[in-house]
């Protein structure tokens, strides 16, 4: 990513609001954050925590007593550690509900390329200073994810350095990069099932690669047929550290609950094209095929999230919402300015990074894609913490993607418990989740969750949801 935000011009409208036969719709948030909203990360007990607009301070948007973001309210947090407010970096909710932030192309607005990184604690609401690995100058706008194993893993964007970050010490490794085609410069990362992990490479475009933690290897995956990479007209830029010639840029890669991934490219004669990937036997056995291009338009670097139904949710260039089917890619809405996409536990998805607001989508999901709980405490004290167990807590996919940086990845399970009587909402605080995977199907996982001491006692339902999809609702009595 190389753009400053405020001077983001949309183009014209390109496709009249009127010739949509759409049913979606988007709701203006009542309560607006003082200090603006950009990137979005989905708390695990429910809440929003925002970077504002001076990329220092941070909001947190709580919903209402029914579970409405619509009509809820603003609290300003911590802020970041002083010398850092960074703009386009690393970042990860962790299986600890703690949120980790490393890197930024822009530390006070300055290209630079930042190795400093922070972490949240949102219980005792504070940011850390976190360190950097061993021996890496810059660290910038890097591609990351969590592994299923809760480690966070970076690349390096100026070479093909890879490094984990330990949640529990806080320390850094280094892991192997064998195998792999070009430095990691504005690529991203999409989480496989396998738990392997998918990259379409923008230097070396239109070559994809897999990369497989357990083995340290990338292997390749052929070309992605359509070509998703758009070089940069920028030239090179001078930084601290010398002078960086960027390779151009690329859009968001979603994984979709039948295992596909739709990845979608910067702008290419006149049109951006997307691919779809369908994942093989074994790494390297993947195939790629074409997918609809961007009428007129383009996603660029850009945001995209997984909507209940199936469907990816995209931004293009225009401001233009679209949807992907499997097949077709259709323009839905065009908020006034939307720069970040992620889906609440609502179902609806947060567009931030201007006027905050909603998205509702028509479509629903498959009940076979829902979690399903297993084992659970019928009865619980306030203030007391418990485990529960079931299939498919993480969700289907990570459920949200960015061209390389942003990212935030909402594949960890929610608790939510809702009042018989009142009908009110509540989130149970969720942590250190027994994996971090995407569509583990049948297999048992679990995670904590803390009974709120606010919240009210009685018979109650709780449900787990993960991306936007709850589970089958328990009976449960809150004492």
């Given at each position: ?9 949309p ?87 703690r ?160 295992g ?48 209940p ?5 995209v ?47 028509t ?28 299939t ?17 990845a ?20 969720t942590?250190?989740h ?34 936007g ?11």
């Open positions: 990513m190389l753009f400053d935000k405020s001077s983001v011009v183009l014209t409208f390109l496709f009249a609001v009127s010739a949509i036969a759409s049913a979606q719709t988007l709701q203006t948030l009542v309560n607006q954050p003082p200090g603006g909203a950009g990137l979005e990360f989905q708390l695990t007990d429910g809440t929003i925590l925002c970077q504002a607009g001076n990329d220092h301070d941070f909001y947190k948007l709580t919903p209402d007593i029914t579970g409405s973001y619509v009509n809820g309210t603003w609290t300003q947090v911590a802020s970041l550690p002083s010398g850092y407010e960074p703009d386009a970096f690393s970042s990860a909710v962790l299986a600890d509900g949120v980790v932030v490393v890197g930024g192309e822009y530390n006070y607005g300055q290209f630079v390329l930042t190795n400093k990184g922070a972490i949240y604690d949102p219980v005792s609401n504070t940011w850390t200073a976190l360190g950097h690995p061993t021996g890496w100058p810059n660290i910038g706008d890097s591609p990351s994810v969590v592994l299923p194993s809760e480690k966070f893993l970076i690349g390096d964007k100026l070479n093909m350095y890879m490094a984990s970050l330990d949640p529990t010490t806080l320390t850094w490794t280094e892991e192997s990069s064998k195998g792999k085609a070009d430095f990691n410069a504005e690529e991203g990362w999409t989480l496989l099932p396998s738990g392997d992990i998918l990259t379409a490479d923008v230097k070396n475009a239109p070559n994809s690669e897999i990369y497989t933690p357990s083995t340290g290897l990338w292997i390749t995956q052929g070309s992605t047929v359509a070509l998703l990479a758009a070089p940069s007209t920028l030239g090179p830029i001078d930084y601290p550290g010398g002078v960086y010639d960027p390779p151009g840029e690329i859009g968001p890669a979603i994984l979709r609950p039948d596909s991934v739709f990845a979608t490219g910067a702008a290419n004669s006149g049109s951006a094209h997307t691919a779809v990937y369908r994942h093989g036997a074994a790494p390297g056995e993947g195939t790629w095929t074409a997918g609809p291009n961007f009428p007129n338009d383009a996603a660029g670097d850009a945001s995209a999230a997984l909507l139904d199936g469907n990816v949710l931004i293009g260039n225009s401001g233009q919402l679209y949807e992907f089917n499997g097949t077709t890619l259709t323009p839905t809405i065009r908020p006034p300015l939307a720069f970040y996409l992620m889906m609440l536990p609502t179902g609806q998805v947060i567009l931030t990074g201007g006027e905050i607001q909603v998205y509702n989508p479509g629903t999901y498959e009940p076979a894609w829902a979690p399903a709980i297993t084992s659970y405490p019928t009865t619980v004290e306030l203030g007391s913490t418990y485990q529960i167990f079931g498919q807590f993480n969700g289907l996919s990570q459920g949200a993607a960015y061209g390389d940086e942003f990212q935030t909402t594949n960890y399970p929610l608790v939510r418990i809702t009042n018989t009587a009142t009908g009110h909402v509540f989130y149970a605080r942590h250190n027994s994996t971090m995977a995407v569509a583990t199907g049948s297999e048992i996982v679990n995670t904590n969750f803390d009974v709120p001491t606010t919240m009210e006692t009685g018979p109650s339902t709780l449900e787990v949801v993960a991306n999809i709850p589970s089958p609702p328990v009976g449960i009595t809150v004492n």
